[in-house]
C-alpha cells in the first residue's frame, strides 16, 4: 500500500485516506531510513555553511539542493531561482522536516548559529511559544 502512495500521477494532488496506509514495518523502516538521510544531510550543510546555522530559509534551500541533484538553485543580486523538476516534486519533503532535524542537532550542540543574536530570539520564540499552549488548551 505505501507504494501506491508514492507511485501516483504527478497531477494527482488526492491524498490517500489514514485508513487506506499501511502503516507496518516497512513503513516504519522507510521512515527511519529517511529521517537518517535527512540528519545526515541537516548535519553537512550546518557544518560547510555558517549562514545556515543562523537562517532557516537557507538551512532549508541548501538541504533541498543537496538531497536532490536535480534542482537548481541560483542566486542574483535581487532573486532567488529554485528550479525543481515536475518528476521531483512528490519526493519533497515539507521544509519544516529539516527545521525539526536541526533543531534536534542543536540540542545536541550541532551547528548551533554562530550569531548570538539569531540563539537569543529563537529562545525568546520557543519561550512564547509554550507560554501560548500552555494558555490555549
Request: net charge positive; proline share 4%.
Amino acid at each position: 500500500m505505501v507504494e501506491k502512495i508514492y507511485k501516483q500521477p504527478i497531477d494527482s494532488y488526492e491524498q490517500p485516506k489514514i485508513d487506506q496506509i499501511d502503516f507496518g514495518d516497512s513503513y516504519i523502516e522507510e521512515f527511519e531510513k529517511d529521517l537518517l538521510k535527512k540528519k545526515q544531510i541537516v548535519k553537512r550543510v550546518l557544518t560547510q555553511s555558517n549562514p545556515a546555522t543562523n537562517n532557516d530559509f537557507i538551512l532549508q534551500l541548501l538541504c533541498l539542493k543537496a538531497e536532490f541533484k536535480s534542482i537548481d538553485l541560483r542566486a542574483t543580486r535581487d532573486n532567488i531561482i529554485l528550479t525543481i523538476p515536475k518528476y521531483q516534486l512528490k519526493r519533497i519533503s515539507s521544509p519544516e522536516s529539516y527545521t525539526r532535524v536541526r533543531r534536534t542537532l542543536n540540542k545536541q550542540g550541532i551547528g548551533l548559529p554562530s550569531d548570538e543574536r539569531v540563539s537569543e530570539r529563537r529562545g525568546l520564540k520557543q519561550k512564547a511559544i509554550k507560554k501560548y499552549y500552555a494558555q490555549n488548551k
